[in-house]
Structures are given as structure tokens and as C-alpha cells.
């Protein structure tokens, strides 16, 4: 008796092992995580190679219960004719539908145009969390077995199990990321409400507002006016607002809010307005950023509003933006649908912080609310023995006028001052003053030198020379000529050569005047380079000799000081720019020369006036001073001091009117505050 196995029992087994293999490594997959797409696309390609299939396709439920193509394989093998495919489709479609009306795997046939018998559907409903959630559908050809159809209607149930296990993960994992989205927007809520301070309070938004939308930087800008002022930027502790790419982004806010509208960016500028297209392009010369969002936030909506739904609704005033930068592509109507959730909470933060803010003397009613606290209502008779005339004492230092004066440091200086600066590249070749000299007006102080203007000077000579020399000869051979010509004149050539010599005198006569211009132009340079006072007056500079004799010196090098100090004198301080806003009111305010007191270093005690003549429009710097500066200029009267000299250093007031006690006594204290907890 043989005990050999027939090939048809080993042909079989080994399909249902390859089968088995197959589902195995498609359950693997469902569990990796991988993208839908990629998961779908997978498993129909698998599926048509196991089976053999023409094609194979997954449709979802749409929100109409209609059924909507999210993957296909290979349908062109089941449609090849191209006019019928749609109708074809149509109708294969129905069929699905009605099995998922049955809601359990059936094959069904296709019917074509012209009602002959179409492949066969294998279909299978795909069940998730007891829903039906779409339908797998395998096309084969029509002459296949029942048994083997048995077997493949199996094998799409079984895959569509896979396909339903998949998708139960893919709910998962998107209740999971809701409910970490939804813990981050109840942490951003926390923080957003947490107190009432404005500047705190935009720092808070745009550091949280990045972690719950988790892109590149968050920016929160405040509208001050008629302009906006950039008030905080993720991962960042203090904002330079002269920064380039800080001024372009708030140019480019004012353009939005001007427009009243948010403005997402996504990488075309061709529907943009013309208005925000340039502020946007600047911007983006600064930042690589993809994706660039701007939300107007806005004062909240009153709680009651009107039941009339055809009176439009007025927009509130926009309180500030809050701008939203990716550098990386995105899912933008997700990030703009996240967006919307925190524009709500950031508005309504944003508007609480500014209301509190602007409470009158909020400081004065928190202290005593604090002093109340600490008191029991018992002993309120002997706080109030103590806080009365203290509360009286202060209050009167807000009506109590006095000086406000603002201390500066200055020196002395002649009004009329002139540098000598060196016209040309050289050498200094004499010196013929020395410090504290007076010279005349037009006397002259350096002499310098040049070898360049030398070796100019005597190669143009030798051109102009050569060029004289050339024009002689010329000039005797068309006289030579000439004079051969009217002997002979059949001699064809000679008019040629008259012309040619005539032609090179003119062109050497041009050179020659060239030259000449140069010639005296190089002079005229030359003369340049004896340097003369310009006014009368008296030599400044100091160690002149061991300074600039025999020394090279560059064009441009300020060589001498020359003051006249024989007339007026002038107060220059330096102003600190903190400092320069109260004399600039209080000149347009007085509409007159503000009085200046001040002292000599080398004289306590003696004060003496001076009135404020200009104020400087541009911020300087001064090592003297801890930071920019602006420049004053008063006018005194020299004759009442006996000792002038230049640079003297003088210390004075400026008088900016009166105000309040408390202000003169506190100002530079709550400027100070102000630039330290509120910038």
C-alpha cells in the first residue's frame, strides 16, 4: 500500500499556510501604526496578489450615509472601457450599498451595459465599536468556482476584520491626542486666567499657546493707539524692539489690523491685498517661517445680546493679535481650527489684564486693602488715629506744587569752533603755530606736502612739453607741403597729406588744452595744501609739534582746533534720553526759553544763569554717561565769569516748570519701576 501523499493535498496546504502568513503579517501592520493610506494601500495590493484579483477597493460611510472611495487598486483592469467606466461604477456601488444593508459578507455580480453577467464582488462590512464604518470589495473574474468563492468571501472577511482592528486603534489614538489637546487647553486656560497683570499675562499666552498648538513661535502684540507694540514672543525673556525683524512684524500687524481681518499665509501672496503684501514680504526677508497666522483678538462678546438676528453684529475693538509661525508644512485648517480655541481664551485674558490695569490709584486701593487686612475690625478706632493723618500727608504731597528741576552735566564751550582737516594725502612739512597761538582770519597754520601731486605735476609738464613739441613739427611739414604742392600740382598725394597733418594739429591741440586744465587744476590743489585759519581766533589743539610734524597724514584727518574766544560762549550738557521727554514738554508747554541754573566743579557754591537755547534732534552716546544721550545748548553771559576755559565742567538745573510733591519726589523711582517690571 503506498503511502504517498497527492500533490493537490500539499498545493493546498501551503496556500492556507501562505493565507495564513498573509493575515498574520496584515495583523502585524494593523498594529504598527503606520499611516491609513499606507495601510490601505498594503493591504488591497496584498490582497489582489493572494487571490489573484482584478482589483480591489475600500469605501467609507459619508456623513449622508453615501459610500466614499478612500483607496483602490487595479480598477482600470475592472472598468477598461473608459466611456462605460462611471455608469458601471454607479451601479457596482448599489450593490455595495445593499450589502451593507445586510451588514455580512456576500458576493455579489456585477451587471454591465448590456446586461450580460460582470466580474464578481467579494464584500465585506467593516464593523467598528458595533458601527458600520465602510465595506471592502475584491472584483474577480466570473468563472470561478463556488468552492473557491467560498474561500475568498473567508479570506475578505477576514480581512476586514483586520481592516476594522485598525481602525479601532486609529479611535484610540485619535481619543487619546483629544484628550492630550483638550489637558492642554485646560492648562492654557489655567494660566491664561491665572492673574491680572498685562505684561505677564501676554508672556504666559504666547510661551503656553506654543506647547498647546506645538508650533515654531508664538508672538503676542498689544495695540497702543494708533500703532502696536510687540509685547512678548515665545522662548523669549525680553523683546528688542529695535530689532529688524521685531519692526517689520509690528509694520506688519498695523497692516492687518488696519484690515480688520486675520491673515493666514501659507506660501502664495497672489491673493493678498496690495496693502498687506510688502509689510509681509519684509517680514519675510527676516524669518524662514512657512505657515504664518495672524488672529485679531478682540474684546469679548457681552453675555445678553439681541434676539434680532437680521441687526449685524458690530466686531469689538481688537485689543492686540496674536500671531502664530510655523517653519515646517502642516495640516493648516487643523492649526487654524486649534488656533480658534485659544484667540478666545488669550482675548478674554487680554482684556481682563487691561481692564484691571486701568483702575485708578489701583496701587493706593491695593495697600489699603492690604492695611485693612491686616487690622480686626475691633481696633479700627486706633488705625484710624494713624491712618488719617497719614493718608492726609499724602494725599497733600499730590497737590502741593513745587520746582521740578532735572540735574545735568556740561562744559564750557566757545560758540564759534572750526577743525582744520587735511585736503589731500601727505606729509605735514611745517607747523607754524603752536597751542594757545591767536591767529588772524586767512593766517596760515600748516604747511603740507604731497609727492603724489609732485610726480603729477611733472609727468603732466613732460605731456604738455611733448605735445607742444609734437604740434611745432606738425605745423613746418604742412607748411613743407604746402609750399610743394602749389610747385607741383600733379602730385595727387598731397592733399591727403595736408589733411592728415592737418587732423593730427587739431587733435594735438585739444591734448595740449586738456593738459593745461589739469596742469592748473593740480595747482590749484597744490595751493590747497597751505592750510590757513579760517576764523580768528585762538590754537586749541594740544602737543602739536610731537602731534603732526614730519608726520603722513590721510585725507579727511582733523589736524587743528581753532575757537574764537574772544566772542560769545556756550553751555553744552548732555542730556539723558530718559530725562529729555520732560524738558521737551515743558519747552512746548512755557512756549520760551527755559532758565538754567548752573555751577562751576572749580567753584562750589556759585550759581549762575543760562538760558536754553536748542535742544539736539539726534540721540547720542557718551562714555561719561550710562547710556544715550541728547545734546543741549544755553546761552550765558561770560562776562560774569572771570575764568573761562574750554571744557570746563559745569553741573545745572533745568527748570521744567512745577509739579506735584509726590511727582518730584517719586518720578525717577516709578520711571525706574516702569523700565524694570513693565518693559
Known sequence: MSTEIPSSIHTADTARRQLESLLDDLADLAESGIDQQQFFAELADRAVFAISALGASIWKLGPSNQLVSVHNTDLTKVYPNLNTKQQQLLADQQSLASVIQRNEPTTVRSVHTNNEAGHLIFACPVIVANQTWGILALYHSPNLPQAAQNGYLQLCQALGEIIAHYRSGCILEEHAVSHRQWQNYLNFARSAHRDLDEKKTAYRLANDARNCLDVDRVTIATKQGSRCKVQAMSGIDTVNHRANVVKKLERLIASVIRLDHPLIFTGDTSDLAPQIEQPLNDYLEETPCRILAIFPLREPEDEIQTEDQSIPTRLKPTLGVLVVEQLEATDVEQLVTRSNEIVDHAS????????????????????????????????????????????????????????????????????????????????????????????????????????????????????????????????????????????????????????????????????????????????????????????????????????????????????????????????????????????????????????????????????????????????????????????????????????????????????????????????????????????
Open 348 to 679: 478674554t485674558a487680554l482684556h481682563n489684564a487691561r481692564r484691571y490695569g486701568q483702575v485708578p490709584l489701583r496701587p493706593v486701593w491695593q495697600a489699603l486693602a492690604f492695611l485693612l487686612s491686616l487690622f480686626a475690625w475691633h481696633r479700627l478706632s486706633t488705625t484710624l488715629k494713624i491712618l488719617i493723618p497719614v493718608s492726609a500727608a499724602v494725599t497733600s504731597t499730590f497737590f502741593i506744587p513745587m520746582n521740578f528741576d532735572i540735574e545735568l552735566r556740561g562744559q564750557l564751550l566757545p560758540k564759534l569752533e572750526r577743525h582744520i582737516y587735511a585736503p589731500a594725502n601727505g606729509d605735514v612739512d611745517r607747523v607754524l603755530v603752536q597751542h594757545g597761538d591767536m591767529v588772524g582770519q586767512g593766517e596760515t597754520l600748516i604747511q603740507l606736502s604731497s609727492s603724489e601731486f609732485q610726480l603729477d605735476r611733472v609727468e603732466i609738464s613732460g605731456e604738455l612739453q611733448n605735445a607742444i613739441s609734437e604740434r611745432e613739427s606738425i605745423r613746418i611739414q604742412r607748411i613743407q607741403n604746402r609750399d610743394d604742392s602749389l610747385r607741383d600740382n600733379r602730385n595727387s598725394r598731397r592733399p591727403v597729406r595736408l589733411d592728415q597733418l592737418s587732423a593730427d594739429e587739431s587733435r594735438l591741440t585739444e591734448k595740449i588744452t586738456n593738459l593745461e586744465k589739469q596742469l592748473k587744476l593740480l595747482q590749484q590743489r597744490e595751493a590747497e595744501l597751505t592750510l590757513n585759519s579760517p576764523i580768528a581766533g585762538q590754537v586749541l589743539s594740544w602737543n602739536i609739534d610731537e602731534t603732526l610734524e614730519m608726520r603722513p597724514i590721510q585725507r579727511g584727518q582733523s589736524l587743528l582746533k581753532v575757537a574764537d574766544i574772544s566772542g560769545p560762549w556756550v553751555l553744552e550738557f548732555d542730556m539723558p534720553d530718559k530725562s529729555s521727554k520732560h524738558v521737551q514738554d515743558a519747552k512746548n508747554s512755557i512756549q520760551e526759553q527755559l532758565s538754567i541754573t548752573f555751577q562751576l566743579v572749580n567753584e562750589p557754591g556759585e550759581q549762575y544763569q543760562a538760558k536754553l537755547s536748542e535742544i539736539g534732534k539726534v540721540v547720542d552716546t557718551n562714555q561719561s554717561q550710562d547710556g544715550p544721550v541728547v545734546k543741549l545748548i544755553a546761552d550765558f553771559d561770560k562776562a560774569e565769569i572771570d575764568h573761562l576755559h574750554r571744557g570746563l565742567t559745569v553741573i545745572g538745573r533745568v527748570h521744567c516748570g512745577q509739579r506735584s510733591v509726590a511727582y518730584v519726589w517719586t518720578y525717577q523711582l516709578v520711571e525706574s519701576v516702569r523700565r524694570r517690571f513693565f518693559w
